[in-house]
């Protein structure tokens, strides 16, 4: 069983930035790609970002690209969400994920994830 563990989420007014760590406990962090997912009130589980095992290959939700940068220290076995340019619409839960997978494999889906953070809201305002 791997825990993951999210912060750094909170308001925020639109135009500003935050950065959501999420950190996993233990040995089998560099077994793990890893993504972000939010959902916002009445809609459905979207994908973020994710980021392959060493951390090379990344992939962003065009709602996000080029204002989110996620990276991995795996020295330290967390993942980072930087988020930039912050807008409205990006209130949302945020939720890290881990998906046990090959070095370089990066996925947008979130059936492919095997562990799931318990979320934390971060609110936009206007």
């Known amino acids: 069983q791997v825990q993951l563990v999210e912060s750094g989420g909170g308001l925020v007014q639109a135009g500003g930035s935050l950065r959501l760590p999420c950190a996993a406990p233990?040995?089998?962090?560099?077994?793990?790609?890893m993504g972000w997912f939010r959902q916002a009130p009445g809609k459905e589980l979207q994908f973020v970002a994710a980021?392959?095992?060493?951390?090379?290959?990344?992939y962003y939700a065009d709602s996000v690209k080029g204002r989110f940068t996620i990276s991995r220290d795996n020295a330290k076995n967390t993942v980072y969400l930087q988020m930039n340019s912050l807008k409205p619409e990006d209130t949302a839960v945020y939720y890290c994920?881990?998906?046990?997978?090959?070095?370089?494999?990066?996925?947008?889906?979130?059936?492919?994830?095997?562990?799931w953070g318990q979320g934390i809201q971060v609110t936009v305002s206007s």
């Open positions: 994920a881990a998906d046990h997978s090959s070095w370089t494999h990066v996925t947008p889906h979130s059936s492919e994830y095997d562990y």
């Open positions: 980021v392959s095992r060493g951390g090379g290959n990344t």
């Open positions: 233990g040995r089998t962090f560099t077994s793990l790609a």
